[in-house]
């Protein structure tokens, strides 16, 4: 067995020792679980275990097809350089990366929102020797559940009212609620803060904007409530994995 592999077990055995359970559990939990895309990387960024949910996620059939690749032969250039960047920086001991608003390509094309997070992986002795990287399918609540939470005037404000500032306070005062009141219950039907979701619905924008009309990338900025293109440059790279300009083109 080489290090590389010694390393990946030990990431395993750090999981089900925290759970309290063998690695073969931890392995079969994240397995069967659809909504979640889980992995493990060893230090040098290589794949030592991933569930199927991960393997369909880049349209393959099977997790072995996963296993001792990097994220360079797996995903598009400009994603993969994204997410190198984020293993470096967990695996460095910078910290770990917690519900991270991230926009991924279906192996049909589809756009779908993800909560990704990783944490590193530390050995006996307190040293890194990987990460563990798990991404949860960002499902919206029906239209019904949106109405009955109260939540469907703010829903409306947001949507009709992109291009302005939108901050907790002002909305709170829409849904005639406290700020900490809107927080909690958007985080319970929404899976985000608000923050976060008014971020989702502007870069939603921004994507659609950018593939279905010819305005230039600064009116989409402008349009979608961000004073400056390259804040919306930023943040569109880092949910996306790719500048605006790339993503027009692909």
């Given at each position: 067995m080489n290090e590389a592999v010694k390393k990946s077990v030990k990431c395993v055995d750090f999981i089900a020792k925290t759970l309290g359970v063998n690695n073969e559990v931890v392995e079969?939990?994240?397995?069967?679980?659809?909504?979640?895309?889980?992995?493990?990387?060893?230090?040098?960024?290589v794949y030592r275990s991933a569930n199927l949910a991960f393997a369909e996620r880049l349209g393959l059939s099977s997790e072995d097809e996963v296993i001792g690749k990097t994220a360079s032969q797996l995903f598009p250039a400009e994603l993969a350089e994204v997410y190198t960047i984020q293993d470096e920086e967990v695996l460095s001991g910078q910290g770990e990366i917690t519900n991270r608003l991230e926009l991924i390509s279906s192996k049909t094309g589809a756009l779908g929102w993800y909560?990704?997070?990783?944490?590193?992986?530390?050995?006996?002795?307190?040293?890194?020797t990987g990460l563990v990287s798990i991404s949860r399918d960002l499902q919206m609540p029906s239209e019904g559940d949106v109405t009955m939470s109260g939540l469907r005037?703010?829903?409306?404000?947001?949507?009709?009212?992109?291009?302005?500032?939108?901050?907790?306070?002002?909305?709170?005062?829409?849904?005639e609620v406290t700020p900490k009141q809107l927080e909690r219950r958007m985080k319970r039907f929404f899976k985000l803060g608000v923050a976060q979701y008014v971020r989702?619905?502007?870069?939603?924008?921004?994507?659609?904007?950018?593939?279905?009309?010819?305005?230039?990338?600064?009116?989409?900025?402008f349009e979608c409530g961000y004073s400056e293109q390259s804040s919306l440059t930023r943040q569109f790279k880092q949910a996306v994995g790719c500048p605006p300009g790339a993503y027009r083109k692909s």
């Open positions: 079969q939990i994240f397995r069967v679980i659809p909504d979640i895309v889980f992995c493990i990387k060893d230090r040098a960024q909560l990704a997070s990783k944490f590193p992986l530390k050995d006996d002795a307190g040293e890194i005037r703010v829903v409306d404000h947001v949507h009709a009212h992109l291009d302005q500032e939108l901050t907790t306070a002002s909305l709170a005062k829409v849904a989702k619905l502007r870069i939603e924008k921004a994507a659609r904007l950018l593939r279905q009309t010819d305005k230039s990338i600064a009116e989409i900025a």
